[in-house]
């Protein structure tokens, strides 16, 4: 979870591995709708592999409870998406001690409870020459069920300046409130994967088009989570609009930004997935890793639920 792109907090050596080649499944075709557990049920076990998460990294170090949490193909982001587990290999256990402390505060989940999404503040402090150094942020983590157990699959933090309370409850009612904005299984049964591939194009487009703010506003769900360095999270249309206008509009003024897709995956359900890869824009020094987690929507229309964007 903090995970991945923890590690990216530019506190540990690491070695870059091969930029990661996009991962795109075939589309399902004809799906047969999966009947999960109970929305609380879900909510409920990913906030315990969060939890669980946390203490191992807390008893093993944070190193290596996270390789032993990667899933197939997961993927942090340096210079853009990378193998997580080859990254985290490479770190040097002996640069110096880190600890990492988090906490999640907003679950995501697909209806067939097979895809899903945790996200919170997080505190790294690593000591290195007797001298402490501490950051703060927000993680964001994608997971994946791989025979029954929850796997990490794409985590990316942000930081933020100051401090940041660890103090936090995820709530179920803020979970239900994003899957009543979900489509019906009708509606859901013959998504594709091309379809939301599709639906990034157009919002990247759109970007160019309106701006950043007015772009999200067009593509985010009502209760969307918006992430960028250095601002509180943008919660809800207009919030999240306003921070991420805040930071792309004036970054890539007057520029075309051009994505870069790293790899998409779509719930067995067909109501949600997610996308990653870079964002740059021509004539300036705009460059940007990003990871969207998409909502498919009682419109017919793919919508961001939550969206993390980190400079690099």
Same mark, same amino acid.
């Given at each position: &979870?903090?995970?991945?792109?923890?590690?990216?907090?530019?506190?540990?050596?690491?070695?870059? @591995?091969?930029?990661?080649?996009?991962?795109? $499944?075939?589309?399902?075709?004809?799906?047969?709708?999966?009947?999960?557990?109970?929305?609380?049920?879900?909510? =409920?076990?990913?906030?315990?592999?969060?939890?669980?998460?946390?203490?191992?990294?807390?008893?093993?170090?944070?190193?290596?409870?996270?390789?032993?949490? #990667?899933?197939?193909?997961?993927?942090?982001?340096?210079?853009?998406?990378?193998?997580?587990?080859? @990254?985290?290999?490479?770190?040097?256990?002996?640069?110096?001690?880190?600890?990492?402390?988090? =906490?999640?505060?907003?679950?995501?989940? !697909?209806?067939?409870?097979?895809?899903?999404?945790?996200?919170? $503040?997080?505190?790294?402090? &690593?000591?290195? /020459?007797?001298?402490?150094? =501490?950051?703060?942020?927000?993680?964001?983590?994608?997971?994946?069920?791989?025979?029954?157990?929850?796997? +990490?699959?794409?985590?990316?933090?942000?930081?933020?300046?100051?401090?940041?309370?660890?103090?936090?409850?995820?709530?179920?009612?803020?979970?239900?409130?994003?899957?009543?904005?979900?489509?019906? /299984?009708?509606?859901?049964?013959?998504?594709?994967?091309? !379809?939301?591939?599709?639906?990034? /194009?157009? #919002?990247?487009?759109?970007?160019?088009?309106?701006?950043?703010?007015?772009? +999200?506003?067009?593509?985010?769900?009502?209760?969307?989570?918006?992430?960028?360095?250095? +601002?509180?999270?943008?919660?809800? !249309?207009?919030?999240?609009? +306003?921070?991420?206008?805040?930071?792309?509009?004036?970054?890539?003024? &007057?520029?075309?930004?051009?994505?870069?897709?790293?790899?998409?995956?779509?719930?067995?359900?067909?109501?949600?997935?997610?996308?990653?890869? @870079? &964002? *740059?824009?021509?004539?300036? /020094? #705009?460059?940007?890793?990003?990871?969207?987690?998409?909502?498919? *929507?009682?419109?017919?229309?793919?919508?961001?639920?939550?969206?993390?964007?980190?400079?690099?």
């Amino acid at each position: &979870m903090k995970s991945l792109q923890v590690a990216l907090l530019a506190s540990l050596a690491f070695v870059a @591995t091969a930029p990661v080649v996009a991962q795109v $499944p075939a589309q399902f075709g004809a799906r047969e709708v999966v009947l999960a557990d109970e929305p609380a049920t879900i909510w =409920r076990s990913l906030i315990e592999t969060d939890s669980k998460l946390a203490e191992r990294s807390r008893i093993q170090g944070f190193n290596q409870a996270f390789l032993n949490a #990667f899933g197939e193909g997961a993927v942090v982001f340096r210079r853009g998406p990378v193998g997580a587990e080859g @990254t985290y290999q490479a770190v040097d256990p002996g640069r110096g001690s880190a600890t990492l402390e988090s =906490r999640a505060n907003y679950i995501e989940f !697909s209806r067939a409870g097979d895809l899903g999404l945790t996200t919170g $503040p997080y505190r790294y402090t &690593m000591e290195s /020459d007797g001298e402490l150094r =501490r950051v703060h942020g927000h993680f964001v983590t994608i997971w994946r069920k791989f025979d029954s157990e929850w796997r +990490m699959v794409a985590d990316i933090t942000v930081r933020v300046p100051g401090v940041l309370s660890l103090d936090v409850e995820a709530n179920l009612r803020e979970s239900e409130q994003a899957l009543a904005e979900s489509a019906s /299984d009708t509606l859901t049964a013959d998504n594709t994967l091309e !379809s939301l591939v599709a639906a990034e /194009d157009l #919002f990247v487009r759109a970007i160019n088009f309106r701006g950043g703010r007015r772009a +999200m506003l067009r593509y985010g769900l009502d209760n969307q989570r918006v992430y960028v360095p250095g +601002m509180a999270p943008g919660i809800g !249309s207009e919030a999240g609009g +306003m921070v991420y206008g805040a930071f792309l509009d004036e970054r890539a003024s &007057m520029s075309l930004v051009s994505h870069q897709p790293g790899g998409a995956y779509m719930a067995e359900s067909g109501d949600v997935g997610y996308t990653y890869g @870079t &964002m *740059t824009a021509d004539g300036s /020094d #705009f460059a940007v890793n990003y990871l969207r987690f998409w909502r498919f *929507t009682e419109s017919g229309e793919w919508k961001i639920a939550v969206e993390v964007v980190n400079p690099f």
